[in-house]
């Protein structure tokens, strides 16, 4: 029942988040790619040139008496900067959803309380100590998650070598991942409820049906072909609010508030 409120709370998300009030948190994402794109692209030219300059000088000395092959020196450093290219683009499609949520925490807070504000209409007074403390838990959050969600997949990659096992490991891996995402969205809501990490697993955990329905589309969005980081990046801004409407609902229904 958890997972279908969790998958039921994006079509309000989806309203709220293009109307009158929401709709300008669509800006966040576009710069928050473009800096990854043009940012990432600066810095594998610059460790590029980095490297070259490492071995440049010896592959220089080792070809200057071979004149046919002088033309290696310059292919190198192209070639180089293209392998360096490719690793990152596969970093990034690997781990292009907890990149987004890392550099998008700050933006996720807000809107998670703006949110909150609304359904409830609870006002939460401003504090940069807050704000940065939910910026630094969110990203805490989100590294932490990588990395267990990392152990979970090589154990999980080891599995698939096992005949008819391993036919069960994508979906094993899809579950995964729908969990930790979910987790990391729903954190933002729970964070206001001043509880601590192990208390916020606790409450994940309790929840777990609805943590995976709100995490099961945004790791949808990240299997779309091509596009998938910059959907996921879009994506990520309903979830935020899914998970917020989702924990405002079941709060209503333990208490007994109408809403």
């Known amino acids: 029942m958890g997972f279908f409120l969790g998958i ?6 989806f309203e709220l988040l293009f109307s009158r009030k929401f709709w300008w948190f669509l800006f966040f994402p ?3 790619l473009l800096f990854l794109f043009i940012g990432g692209n600066i810095l594998v030219s610059y460790a590029g040139d980095n490297l070259y300059g490492l071995f440049g000088n010896q592959l220089r000395n080792l070809l200057e008496e071979v004149s046919w092959l002088q033309w290696v020196n310059g292919v ?11 690793i990152y683009f596969f970093f990034f499609a690997a781990f292009g959803g907890y990149l987004v949520l890392i550099f998008m925490s700050p933006v996720y807070s807000w809107l998670s309380e703006r949110t909150e504000v609304y359904l409830s209409g609870k006002e939460y007074p401003f504090s940069w100590k807050q704000l940065f403390w939910e910026i630094f838990r969110g990203v805490g959050i989100a590294l932490r998650n990588m990395f267990v969600q990392l152990l979970f997949s090589l154990f999980f990659f080891l599995c698939s070598f096992i005949p008819l096992v391993g036919l069960l490991v994508p979906f094993a891996l899809f579950l995964i991942s729908a969990y930790f995402y979910g987790f990391a969205f729903m954190d933002y809501t729970i964070e206001r409820r001043c ?5 916020s697993v606790r409450y994940v955990n309790k929840n777990i049906g609805l943590t995976m329905g709100i995490g099961s589309i945004f790791a949808f969005a990240l299997m779309i072909p091509w596009i998938s980081i910059i959907a996921c990046s879009f994506v990520s801004l309903l979830s935020v609010i899914a998970s917020a409407v989702a924990l405002h ?9 109408k809403n």
Not at 8 to 13: D, I, Q, S
Not at 195 to 199: C, G, K
Not at 249 to 257: D, L, R, S, T
């Open 30 to 32: 576009v710069l928050i």
């Open 76 to 86: 190198s450093n192209v070639l180089l900067k293209i392998v360096l290219k490719i």
């Open 195 to 199: 509880f601590n990490v192990r208390q």
């Open 8 to 13: 039921r709370a994006y079509g309000k998300a």
């Open 249 to 257: 609902e079941i709060e209503i229904k333990e208490n007994g508030i």
